[in-house]
């Protein structure tokens, strides 16, 4: 495919706001170009790999500038003064270039050039780097030059998410969003969408099943559903196993022989900052290969009490590393096992694979690595005793998980539950929000310029961020100018296209921030987007204040519009004393329509 055309499909999403209609579109042009599969999905989200391995350019904004000048044979001083005017450097290039009347390049073309662009690297390789730029832009014009400047800046922002793509992909295999779970779960499993289409456009659906769990590729984290009690818990699971919930770094380790790689929860590499770990990786786990998941701890090394999140995550360090080693030991609790010598054991039970993690984990005294102990119950009073116990220690409760579940890659579902603390009365229970857009402030918060921010949840099903709340409390002076500072530097001229909201903030932001936000209750709001169907009002938050700052945590990990509807229901039943469900059989537990009517 010609990259004209790609770009002609960008025009065309970005001026869409209807999420089916670029849903549509994508799948038309996954379809018209099957060979191009593998890498429209970096491209459409202005990338050149997949999050954990996409290449930098290494080129800042000047020389992006002279690449354009030099292509346009215009002086650098005139691209200032253009883009000084039209404040976005794409617009200059559609102007000054015009539309080529011989073949552009093709999106491979484009593609290969970019990667070679970022693979140029030693002496010399700042002027390369821009004339090989020059010469991709001497071939473009019009909004194709556009587009290619805006994926070169990082700045193409077409709001396509993951989850969008993927239901563009169930629709060219199957018509409609039927295929959806099967294609997500070969994305979670190796967290790349142009291995996904790649393999989906020229094998068809079975061909996605030999995507496997591979060491050096992350693979999607499995998430934790919510539930407020411990009865909760039991009623809807049955028999659970459960296991502390640490406060610290969600960490994926990958071991192939000697080599070991740690990544993020975020899918970011950061092997070269824990050195204990991947010692300890080497010389603890009794496997040639293994993909092990778990949480990374911070502690008092002369207590041995465990340090908060917000201290632990300063050991994320790039540079000196040794000297945080010895002030702020780590330890990594594992508590799942995703690979062993070759074999997937994402499909394998819960129970089955915490029982190989116990098999393979050599435990020593003091060591860096241990497996996070566990029990398993059916008993609501002694998971609450479980749960207790652990707030008693310093953690921050328990995680309950379904023995028969599979590791579920990506997905926040029921398979694995937090309970955190009682939440007595009121909920005073947390959220991860992502900012949308802030206020600049009045009276004395003027003097900060910045007032409230507008936080808002994640609906997968829709990939669309939905208000939940206004956020106006919490951080010291300091904290606010910098987190202003931070918005300032990804805010936008317009509502971003994932964004729902009847809100109108001051200033808008990329959703890219996740917030820990703590709040009383949930109500119901005409203000607030999340959870809005059917003209019936949203849900808001009362009295939220900024408790943390989840840097570890993507925007669309963040907590989903269905976990705020379902605590609301929870919070009502609380209330009127009726924690069940129409319907519900205390004998059976079971809430199907078919008892209740019996
Ligand atoms: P939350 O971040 O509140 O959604 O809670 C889920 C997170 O708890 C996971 O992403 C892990 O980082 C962390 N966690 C701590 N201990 C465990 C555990 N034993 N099992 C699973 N997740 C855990």
Redesign the pocket.
């Known amino acids: 495919m010609e990259f004209a055309a790609l770009a002609a499909a960008f025009r065309e999403i970005e001026a869409q706001s209807s999420r089916i209609r670029v849903t549509t579109r994508l799948a038309e042009l996954f379809r018209s170009a099957p060979g191009d599969a593998g890498i429209l999905p970096y491209l459409l989200q202005g990338q050149l790999g997949p999050p954990y391995a996409a290449p930098d350019l290494g080129l800042d904004e000047q020389r992006i500038a002279l690449a354009l000048a030099t292509a346009a044979r215009v002086p650098i001083a005139e691209i200032e003064r253009l883009y000084d005017q039209q404040g976005d450097l794409g617009l200059v290039a559609e102007s000054l270039l015009a539309p080529s009347s011989g073949p552009g390049p093709t999106v491979r073309e484009v593609y290969d050039r970019l990667r070679l662009i970022a693979a140029t690297v030693g002496i010399g390789s700042a002027v390369e780097k821009v004339r090989l730029l020059r010469d991709l832009l001497g071939r473009t014009g019009g909004d194709t030059a556009r587009y290619l400047i805006r994926i070169v800046e990082g700045r193409l922002r077409l709001g396509v998410g993951d989850a969008t793509v993927l239901d563009a992909l169930s629709i060219v295999s199957a018509g409609n969003l039927s295929a959806r779970p099967r294609i997500a779960r070969a994305y979670g499993l190796c967290a790349d969408l142009g291995v996904v289409a790649d393999r989906l456009l020229s094998g068809g659906l079975s061909a996605l099943d030999e995507i496997h769990p591979t060491p050096g590729r992350p693979v999607l984290?499995?998430?934790?559903g919510?539930l407020p009690s411990a009865s909760e818990v039991i009623r809807r699971l049955g028999p659970v196993i459960a296991?502390?919930?640490?406060?610290?770094?969600?960490l994926q380790a990958h071991k192939d022989g000697d080599r070991v790689w740690l990544f993020t929860?975020r899918l970011e590499e950061v092997t070269g900052a824990f050195p204990e770990i991947v010692g300890a990786v080497r010389g603890q786990v009794a496997a040639h290969q293994a993909i092990l998941?778990g949480?990374a701890v911070g502690y008092e090394p002369r207590t041995g009490a465990f340090l908060p999140f917000q201290q632990t995550a300063r050991r994320r360090r790039k540079y000196r590393i040794a000297e945080l080693e010895a002030s702020f030991p780590l330890r990594y609790?594992l508590?799942?096992l995703l690979l062993l010598d070759g074999q997937d054991l994402t499909s394998a039970p819960q129970r089955q694979r915490s029982g190989l993690l116990d098999s393979i984990v050599r435990s020593e005294p003091s060591a860096a690595i241990d497996v996070?102990p566990r029990v398993e119950t059916d008993n609501p009073r002694e998971l609450e005793v479980f749960v207790a116990e652990m707030l008693r220690r310093g953690l921050?409760g328990a995680?309950a998980?379904r023995p028969d579940a599979p590791y579920e890659a990506g997905t926040?579902g029921l398979h694995?539950v937090?309970l955190?603390r009682e939440h007595g009365e009121s909920l005073l229970d947390?959220f991860?929000l992502v900012v949308l857009g802030y206020d600049r402030g009045r009276g004395r918060r003027a003097r900060l310029g910045i007032g409230s921010l507008l936080c808002g949840v994640y609906d997968p099903e829709r990939d669309r961020f939905r208000t939940v709340s206004r956020v106006g409390s919490g951080l010291t002076d300091d904290e606010w100018l910098r987190l202003r500072e931070m918005l300032d530097a990804s805010a936008t001229p317009a509502r971003p296209s994932p964004v729902d909201s009847l809100v109108e903030p001051d200033v808008w932001v990329e959703p890219r921030y996740v917030l820990e936000v703590v709040a009383g209750e949930i109500i119901r709001s005409p203000r607030h987007t999340c959870g809005m169907e059917n003209g019936q009002p949203g849900y808001a938050l009362r009295f939220p204040r900024v408790s943390g700052f989840r840097f570890d945590?993507r925007p669309v990990d963040a907590t989903t519009q269905a976990e705020v509807v379902e605590l609301y229901r929870l919070q009502r039943a609380r209330s009127t004393g009726d924690i069940f469900p129409t319907g519900y059989d205390a004998a059976t537990g079971s809430t199907r329509p078919d008892r209740a009517e019996r």
């Not at 984290?221 to 934790?224: G, I, V």
């Open positions: 984290p499995a998430l934790a919510r296991e502390p919930k640490y406060d610290g770094l969600r929860r998941d949480e609790y508590f799942d996070a921050e995680v998980k926040r694995w937090k955190k947390t991860d945590r």
